[in-house]
């Protein structure tokens, strides 16, 4: 589990400057990732996805990049909003293995200014 | 994709009561389930994978006596919190597996705190 008592990395912007939230996955056999957006006080919210033969998706104003050689995710948001500020994480499975229970990474708290 | 719904989403108890809390798919027939656990700036905890009509399956280190589940129908599972401490304190969220084997959809999440 996560650590007790450490805080989630920030990151804070200015409104209309681009975001990048990175995450480091564990299972380098994982074929499928995701990324969260956590509101305050709700349920996570699926952002996007990408599987282990990719390396890059786009969905409207949001890219994941996937390096699979470091086991690095990454997220970015273009034109990032006051209403993108949330808690995300990413997320990593074994699809091919048959697990549909992602497990979740840290979170990085995003900070957007007005 | 799948509207899944909690109830309550706040709940303060005393220490030693139980709770139970409700997790509903509105719109979908959910064989699976799964709660989850979230302390304050951590990331989520699985707890337990709820089958409809068998018994949950817990991960490793939470207590299955402690942490009642029951999976009755295809639409609603609960999970009990019994005799709450004050470290039983957080946010739990349920989830439903949907259509694709990769496909959850997460509850709104219920706040406890144990006094």
């Known amino acids: 589990g996560e650590s007790v008592g450490l805080h989630l990395p920030t990151l804070s912007v200015q409104e209309g400057d681009n975001s990048i939230i990175n995450c480091a996955y564990s299972n380098s056999a994982s074929d499928y990732f995701i990324w969260y957006k956590q509101e305050s006080g709700k349920g996570p919210q699926f952002i996007i996805d990408?599987?282990?033969?990719?390396d890059k998706r786009q969905g409207q104003r949001v890219t994941v990049l996937l390096n699979k050689t470091v086991k690095h995710l990454s997220l970015q948001i273009a034109a990032t909003q006051p209403g993108d500020s949330a808690v995300y994480f990413c997320?990593?499975?074994?699809?091919?293995?048959?697990?549909?229970?992602?497990?979740f990474g840290r979170g990085t708290s995003l900070i957007v200014h007005p | 994709g799948a509207v899944v719904s909690q109830h309550p989403s706040r709940v303060i108890c005393k220490s030693g009561t139980s709770v139970k809390i409700e997790c509903r798919s509105l719109d979908f027939q959910a064989t699976t389930m799964f709660w989850y656990r979230q302390f304050p700036k951590q990331s989520l905890m699985l707890m337990a994978t709820s089958n409809e009509g068998s018994k949950a399956t817990y991960e490793q280190g939470v207590e299955k006596d402690k942490f009642l589940i029951n999976h009755a129908s295809l639409t609603l599972s609960t999970l009990t919190v019994t005799s709450a401490h004050p470290e039983d304190s957080s946010f739990y969220i349920c989830?439903?597996?949907?259509?694709?084997?990769?496909?959850?959809?997460f509850g709104p999440g219920t706040r406890l705190t144990v006094l």
């Open positions: 997320a990593e499975t074994l699809a091919s293995g048959g697990s549909y229970i992602p497990t």
């Open positions: 989830s439903v597996l949907g259509f694709g084997v990769n496909e959850q959809f």
């Open positions: 990408i599987r282990s033969n990719m």
